[in-house]
Structures are given as structure tokens and as C-alpha cells.
């Protein structure tokens, strides 16, 4: 029989049974007590410590219910077995780094934006009490409601909202059976390549493109092949000669991430050709929907399909909030049912106050005065940062190109755009490095500026600042 060393604290608030079962707990988990190690009899137990032998027998019920130990009746009380947890005996685990995924990317999550950052929008520009009110309905129309499953694929008055959008917006000639919410672009793409059993499969990405995308092409079970971007987009015919037999492309034809360019009419039809002869499947990323600051944007690529080969993916992410996780997926019609299915089982809609409180926002006009708004915002923001960076920082930066809202740059010195970004986050300042979004092309070594929170009275701090950390040595 083990012999248990228990040391109880009457004068504090835990009950006495509840110090018991934690340190027996404590013990079987350290491995100080051996599996099939016979505990003491509640009598004996009680009488060691002072306790009452109910205040054992409740301890004991607890660790039995926990399948730590098991009851035998007359023949008493035995340990399970069960790996031993490393740690001192008696004492918690000791506590494990909290490790934030693919921290190369996203160094911090939930913090206030900083200048330069790219992917949020303005912080100081959302209709914070509109949005507020809009909510609090959303929450009460939510609480009122029948007590039952969601629809999976989204709440039915969003999909519609989202459906009259697309064909105003975006060209897009779709039925509200065709459109599934999703958590953001990431829960859309991961729908995606399961609903058309996408793994094991050969994907062509665009080089440069957003590295987190081809992440999750690559954790997905995808074969990613990187097919090169010029000024008319992605090359359609270096795809084809790169990897004939991929079953994916992924573009973002509206606005190229992060160069800028515009597909071209002839890439889309070349590309749409090429979906079409190899039953091959097209993700339109449309990251940044309508939200062209110059002119009127592009037609999605969706609308130009005619074989059904075209998924479009959009978020509110960058309209409305990141904090959202809320985007949308257009699929074919023929498709719709399977893709409900699939949402059903294994990637339902989010939250239905979310839901319910972006519906209203869109069915009211809220949203797309709110892009009339960002887009004057943002084009002006863009403008002045401009100006900052020829006057203050173009002997080490030099602007390339504007891409939707940010600022392509590059390094003029012979000096690592990863190491000059992370000494920048330390200066509390978020450019992003451009190298990490190339596959073959190392070289090409620079700085992605966003635009949407820059603040007009610590810019021109703010541009020196990074010219200084851009020109400091290797």
C-alpha cells in the first residue's frame, strides 16, 4: 500500500477534499505514485490527516471519475496508468512559451496598428459608434432569435447583401445559393481545396505573392509552383511550361499582392482558356475588392467566367476589420451544393452576431460610403507619404511602384529588408520586407509602406527614422 505525504492547509478557502485530490493528482501525474500503486483506505486516509472520511471518500470519487484511479470495492482503491508529466512533484506543469504562429509574418497579434503597417485599415477613421449601434441590434436580434443550428454556409440575409454587392461592385452575376461566409480568406481557401480534393495536387502561386498564402498551399497538401508576374500579371504561358499539370492557380488579378499591376484582358482569357482545357480550378484573391485609389476597379476575374472554372474569395478584413475573420466565397453554381456540404461538416460560418451586424451594415449603405470615405483617406495618406520619402529618405529608398495601399520601395544600400523591418518593429514602426514574398528571385530587397495609418504629424519623424535604420550597416 503507498504511503501518501498529504500537507493540508486549514486556514485556506480550498476545501479540504479538493487539497486531497490535488496533490494525490499531483503525485500519479509526477509518477511519485506508480500506476497500480494501492491508495489508502478512506479510514486510514482520514485518520492520517485529520479529516473526516467523507472529505477522502470525495477526493477519491473525483480522482476515480477522472479515470486516475480505479475503484475496487472491498479490494480498495488502484492507480491507473498514465505518462509521467515532468515537473516537481506536487506543483503544476511549469508553464510552456505562448509561441505565435508564423511569427516572421505577424510579429504581434491584437496590438494597435503602427505606421507602415500593411493589411489594416485606418484606426483613427472607423465609424466606431456607428458601428457600435449597428452591433448592440445585431447582438439583441441575435439573443431573440430561435434557439437552433445556424445555416452553415452563412447567415441568409449576409449571402444576399454579398450577392447584390459582387454585381454592382465587381461584376459578378451570382445567386445567394452561391455564396458561403467563411472565417476570412484563410477559412475560404482552406474550403476550398477540400471541397475539390485539392491535396496531392500541383498549384501555381504567383512570384512574388503573399507568403502566407503559399503557406497554406504548402500545409494544405498542395505541389506549389511559382509562376513569375510581369506588368500584365501572372505569365500564363510560363505557368503552363513550369507545371502543365496543376490543377490550381491562385492570382490576385484586381491588384497584384504586392506589386500593384492590373491582369491584363488577354492573361485573364488565357488563363481562363487554360482552367477550361485541363479541369483546372482558378482562386480569385480579391483582397482588396473595390478599394482601387485610382479610378474605378478592374471587373473581378469571376465575372469574365463562362465555364465555371473561377472561385472568388473577399473579406471585410482590410474594409471593415481584421477582427472580424469574416470573408465570403463565391463558387460555381453546380458546385454550391457540394461546397455547402463540406462548410457543413468541417468549416461552418462564423458567429451570427458578426454576420447579422455586417448584413445591416451593407444593406443600409453604411458600407460603401465608408469606401467612399477610405479611398479619399487613403489616396491623400498615399500622397503624402510620397512626398515624405523623396524629400527624406530617397537616398536609401527608391519608390517603385503604389500597390493598391501601399508603397512599394527599394533598397538603395547593400542591406537586409528583413533585418532593416525588424529593427524598424523595435523603433515602433512596421514596414514589411518584399524579399520573403519572392521564391526566385532573392535579390529583389525592399520595403512594403502601407499607407492607411499614417499620421500627419510624426511623418516626416517617421520617414527619417526609417531612412536611418534602412542606412545603418549589416
Same mark, same amino acid.
Given at each position: 500500500?503507498?504511503?501518501?505525504?498529504?500537507?493540508?492547509?486549514?486556514?485556506?478557502?480550498?476545501?479540504?477534499?479538493?487539497?486531497?485530490?490535488?496533490?494525490?493528482?499531483?503525485?500519479?501525474?509526477? @509518477?511519485?505514485?506508480?500506476?497500480?500503486?494501492?491508495?489508502?483506505?478512506? #479510514?486510514?486516509? &482520514? =485518520?492520517? %490527516? *485529520?479529516?473526516? !472520511? /467523507?472529505?477522502?471518500?470525495?477526493?477519491?470519487?473525483?480522482?476515480?471519475?477522472?479515470?486516475?484511479?480505479?475503484?475496487?470495492?472491498?479490494?480498495?482503491?488502484?492507480?491507473?496508468?498514465?505518462?509521467?508529466?515532468?515537473?516537481?512533484?506536487?506543483?503544476?506543469?511549469?508553464?510552456?512559451?505562448?509561441?505565435?504562429?508564423?511569427?516572421?509574418?505577424?510579429?504581434?497579434?491584437?496590438?494597435?496598428?503602427?505606421?507602415?503597417?500593411?493589411?489594416?485599415?485606418?484606426?483613427?477613421?472607423?465609424?466606431?459608434?456607428?458601428?457600435?449601434?449597428?452591433?448592440?441590434?445585431?447582438?439583441?436580434?441575435?439573443?431573440?432569435?430561435?434557439? @437552433?443550428?445556424?445555416?452553415?454556409?452563412?447567415?441568409?440575409?449576409?449571402? #444576399?447583401?454579398? &450577392? =447584390?454587392? %459582387? *454585381?454592382?461592385? !465587381? /461584376?459578378?452575376?451570382?445567386?445567394?445559393?452561391?455564396?458561403?461566409?467563411?472565417?476570412?480568406?484563410?477559412?475560404?481557401?482552406?474550403?476550398?481545396?477540400?471541397?475539390?480534393?485539392?491535396?496531392?495536387?500541383?498549384?501555381?502561386?504567383?512570384?512574388?505573392?503573399?507568403?502566407?498564402?503559399?503557406?497554406?498551399?504548402?500545409?494544405?497538401?498542395?505541389?506549389?509552383?511559382?509562376?513569375?508576374?510581369?506588368?500584365?500579371?501572372?505569365?500564363?504561358?510560363?505557368?503552363?511550361?513550369?507545371?502543365?499539370?496543376?490543377?490550381?492557380?491562385?492570382?490576385?488579378?484586381?491588384?497584384?499582392?504586392?506589386?500593384?499591376?492590373?491582369?491584363?484582358?488577354?492573361?485573364?482569357?488565357?488563363?481562363?482558356?487554360?482552367?477550361?482545357?485541363?479541369? &483546372?480550378?482558378?482562386?480569385?484573391?480579391?483582397?482588396?475588392?473595390?478599394?482601387?485609389?485610382?479610378?474605378?476597379?478592374?471587373?473581378?476575374?469571376?465575372?469574365?467566367?463562362?465555364?465555371?472554372?473561377?472561385?472568388?474569395?473577399?473579406?471585410?478584413?482590410?474594409?471593415?476589420?481584421?477582427?472580424?475573420?469574416?470573408?465570403?466565397?463565391?463558387?460555381?453554381?453546380?458546385?454550391?451544393?457540394?461546397?455547402?456540404?463540406?462548410?457543413?461538416?468541417?468549416?461552418?460560418?462564423?458567429?451570427?452576431?458578426?454576420?447579422?451586424?455586417?448584413?445591416?451594415?451593407?444593406?443600409?449603405?453604411?458600407?460603401?460610403?465608408?469606401?467612399?470615405?477610405?479611398?479619399?483617406?487613403?489616396?491623400?495618406?498615399?500622397?503624402?507619404?510620397?512626398?515624405?520619402?523623396?524629400?527624406?529618405?530617397?537616398?536609401?529608398?527608391?519608390?517603385?511602384?503604389?500597390?493598391?495601399?501601399?508603397?512599394?520601395?527599394?533598397?538603395?544600400?547593400?542591406?537586409?529588408?528583413?533585418?532593416?523591418?525588424?529593427?524598424?518593429?523595435?523603433?515602433?514602426?512596421?514596414?514589411?520586407?518584399?524579399?520573403?514574398?519572392?521564391?526566385?528571385?532573392?535579390?529583389?530587397?525592399?520595403?512594403?509602406?502601407?499607407?492607411?495609418?499614417?499620421?500627419?504629424?510624426?511623418?516626416?519623424?517617421?520617414?527619417?527614422?526609417?531612412?536611418?535604420?534602412?542606412?545603418?550597416?549589416?
Amino acid at each position: 500500500m503507498t504511503t501518501l505525504s498529504i500537507g493540508l492547509d486549514r486556514a485556506k478557502k480550498t476545501p479540504l477534499a479538493t487539497q486531497i485530490y490535488a496533490a494525490i493528482r499531483a503525485g500519479i501525474e509526477s @509518477g511519485q505514485i506508480p500506476a497500480d500503486a494501492k491508495l489508502p483506505s478512506w #479510514r486510514d486516509l &482520514a =485518520a492520517q %490527516l *485529520g479529516v473526516s !472520511r /467523507g472529505t477522502v471518500r470525495i477526493a477519491y470519487e473525483r480522482l476515480v471519475d477522472e479515470q486516475l484511479a480505479t475503484s475496487y470495492g472491498a479490494a480498495g482503491t488502484r492507480v491507473n496508468g498514465r505518462p509521467a508529466t515532468p515537473g516537481i512533484p506536487g506543483q503544476p506543469p511549469a508553464h510552456l512559451p505562448d509561441t505565435s504562429p508564423i511569427p516572421e509574418l505577424f510579429p504581434t497579434f491584437g496590438a494597435k496598428p503602427l505606421p507602415f503597417q500593411m493589411g489594416v485599415p485606418a484606426q483613427d477613421a472607423f465609424p466606431y459608434k456607428l458601428w457600435s449601434r449597428v452591433m448592440v441590434r445585431a447582438a439583441r436580434h441575435t439573443a431573440a432569435s430561435p434557439v @437552433g443550428y445556424p445555416d452553415p454556409r452563412g447567415d441568409p440575409d449576409l449571402r #444576399r447583401e454579398v &450577392a =447584390a454587392y %459582387l *454585381g454592382i461592385a !465587381r /461584376g459578378i452575376r451570382c445567386n445567394p445559393s452561391q455564396v458561403l461566409i467563411t472565417a476570412g480568406f484563410a477559412g475560404a481557401l482552406g474550403l476550398v481545396v477540400r471541397a475539390l480534393a485539392l491535396e496531392g495536387q500541383g498549384a501555381w502561386f504567383e512570384d512574388p505573392g503573399f507568403p502566407l498564402t503559399r503557406t497554406a498551399l504548402s500545409l494544405a497538401g498542395t505541389t506549389v509552383t511559382a509562376v513569375p508576374v510581369d506588368a500584365e500579371g501572372l505569365d500564363v504561358d510560363a505557368g503552363v511550361r513550369t507545371a502543365p499539370d496543376a490543377r490550381l492557380a491562385v492570382v490576385t488579378p484586381g491588384q497584384q499582392a504586392p506589386l500593384g499591376m492590373t491582369m491584363s484582358l488577354a492573361r485573364r482569357r488565357a488563363l481562363l482558356d487554360w482552367a477550361r482545357d485541363n479541369g &483546372a480550378w482558378i482562386v480569385e484573391d480579391d483582397y482588396l475588392s473595390e478599394l482601387q485609389l485610382e479610378g474605378r476597379a478592374a471587373p473581378a476575374l469571376a465575372s469574365l467566367d463562362q465555364g465555371g472554372r473561377v472561385l472568388h474569395i473577399g473579406t471585410f478584413s482590410k474594409t471593415i476589420s481584421p477582427a472580424l475573420r469574416l470573408g465570403f466565397l463565391v463558387v460555381p453554381a453546380d458546385l454550391a451544393r457540394r461546397f455547402g456540404d463540406v462548410a457543413a461538416c468541417l468549416a461552418p460560418a462564423p458567429g451570427a452576431t458578426i454576420q447579422r451586424a455586417v448584413a445591416d451594415f451593407l444593406r443600409e449603405g453604411h458600407y460603401l460610403r465608408h469606401l467612399r470615405r477610405m479611398k479619399r483617406l487613403y489616396a491623400a495618406r498615399r500622397e503624402a507619404l510620397l512626398r515624405c520619402l523623396r524629400k527624406e529618405a530617397a537616398d536609401v529608398l527608391e519608390v517603385q511602384a503604389t500597390a493598391g495601399m501601399a508603397v512599394v520601395t527599394r533598397l538603395r544600400t547593400d542591406v537586409s529588408d528583413v533585418d532593416v523591418a525588424a529593427r524598424a518593429l523595435r523603433a515602433g514602426l512596421a514596414p514589411v520586407p518584399l524579399s520573403p514574398w519572392y521564391v526566385h528571385t532573392p535579390a529583389a530587397r525592399g520595403l512594403l509602406l502601407g499607407v492607411t495609418n499614417v499620421d500627419a504629424r510624426r511623418l516626416v519623424a517617421d520617414c527619417r527614422r526609417l531612412a536611418e535604420l534602412a542606412a545603418m550597416p549589416k
